[in-house]
């Protein structure tokens, strides 16, 4: 009776069935064939690694060993999971990709083992993989592109859909630096898009996710000391009646420009703390956004029509419309206002995007990164 007990304790906390199942997992007829479709769709991903994965299991079929093909079908589910969740031939983004894609803490065997037993593959392969509808339409693209050099510049792109998180939220930013514009989505459509001007070579607008809360209308630009060092320090010591007319003061050892017509932050900046002082605001230059190639920042993205994205971005809250902004910049006070919820913003680098009209637009590689990855996916570990 203790005996009996004693087992039925431990079967209640889980030790007692992971005590006993020793062998892999047991895959069904209609599993494999499943398995075998998912892998098969992989080459439209530009997953060619996992997708040959399938001959072997179809081999080992024809064997009709069902221990090995219990064994080869986990391989092969467990690679798939791999390559759906980063790519074939990475542990990590590359170095400069600073957005987790919130797949990190997935142990792919563990998975795949209570799929299997849940009988829910389907799922599982499908949250693991993009859902974005642009990362669709790149693979349509992908699948039916029959030039190699945009083949691999798809590829490329893919991947970095693979790097962004699964679930981007409800309402978020998407800032794509390779095309100058950023894009606002609700409820997994797109809801603006505006202009931007983005980081020199010099000083690339890096790759990374925040979270907007708020937007600050008139604000201060606390200058960095890197552009102090660059230009305005010398500017104040040397010309102060100038520095002074373009609104630069010094204040408890901090260089800051005021509000007005000359500040390098025009009459907005978003609120969205980030340990690389990167922010997205206005800006007095807006001649800059005739240019094509728009590439003159510090880093930091500057925004076209700003006050129409913040307007936008506020609406979520009734009191606030565009004329209620245009009336609060026209007092010239610095003013904060919270979002009624805060959204991610996403700052991306993607040089292949959907035209919206079935096609695809390219964009100029400006800080070279696609070379990177091209290289990494020619690497031997992509047949591993």
Not at 34 to 40: A, F, G, I, P, S
Not at 92 to 119: F, R, Y
Not at 235 to 247: F, I, V
Request: one cysteine or more; charged letters at 20%; proline letters at 7%.
């Amino acid at each position: 009776m203790q005996l009996m007990i004693r087992l039925l304790i431990l079967f209640l906390f889980g030790t007692f069935s992971a005590a006993v199942q020793a062998e892999p997992p047991h895959w069904q007829p209609r599993q494999v064939q499943r398995l075998l479709e998912w892998l098969d769709a992989a080459v439209d991903d530009g997953l060619t690694p996992a997708a040959a994965r399938a001959s072997t299991v179809r081999d080992v079929m024809r064997q009709g060993d069902t221990a090995k093909l219990d064994a080869a079908a986990t391989e092969a589910a467990v690679h798939l999971v791999k390559a759906h969740r980063i790519g074939c031939c990475y542990s990590a983004p590359p170095p400069g990709w600073n957005i987790g894609n919130g797949l990190s803490a997935l142990d792919p065997a563990k998975a795949v083992e209570t799929a299997l037993a849940e009988d829910r593959l389907d799922l599982l392969f499908g949250t693991t993989r993009p859902s974005h509808p642009y990362y669709y339409s790149l693979r349509r693209a992908y699948a039916a592109e029959k030039d190699p050099a945009r083949r691999s510049i798809l590829a490329a792109n893919l991947d970095r859909w693979r790097w962004m998180p699964r679930q981007l939220g409800e309402r978020y930013l998407i800032v794509n630096t390779a095309s100058f514009e950023a894009t606002l989505w609700e409820n997994g459509r797109q809801a603006g898009r505006w202009e931007i001007i983005v980081g020199k070579m010099g000083s690339p607008t890096p790759v990374f996710a925040a979270t907007v809360t708020g937007v600050i209308f008139n604000p201060w630009w606390e200058i960095p000391a890197s552009i102090v060092e660059e230009s305005i320090g010398a500017l104040m010591r040397n010309h102060p009646d100038d520095a002074a007319t373009k609104g630069y003061v010094m204040q408890d050892r901090r260089y800051r420009q005021r509000p007005g017509p000359t500040n390098a932050l025009g009459r907005m900046k978003l609120v969205m703390p980030n340990s690389y002082n990167v922010y997205l605001h206005d800006t007095p230059s807006q001649s800059l956004f005739a240019r094509d190639r728009r590439t003159f920042s510090h880093g930091c993205v500057r925004v076209g029509d700003a006050l129409g994205l913040a307007a936008t971005l506020l609406s979520a809250s009734p009191q606030w419309d565009r004329a209620r902004v245009d009336a609060t910049v026209a007092k010239g006070n610095t003013v904060t206002v919270p979002l009624a919820k805060p959204i991610p913003v996403y700052i991306t680098y993607f040089t292949a995007e959907p035209d919206g009209l079935g096609g695809v637009r390219y964009f100029d590689d400006v800080y070279k990164r696609d070379g990177v990855i091209m290289d990494i996916k020619k690497n031997e570990r992509c047949s591993e």
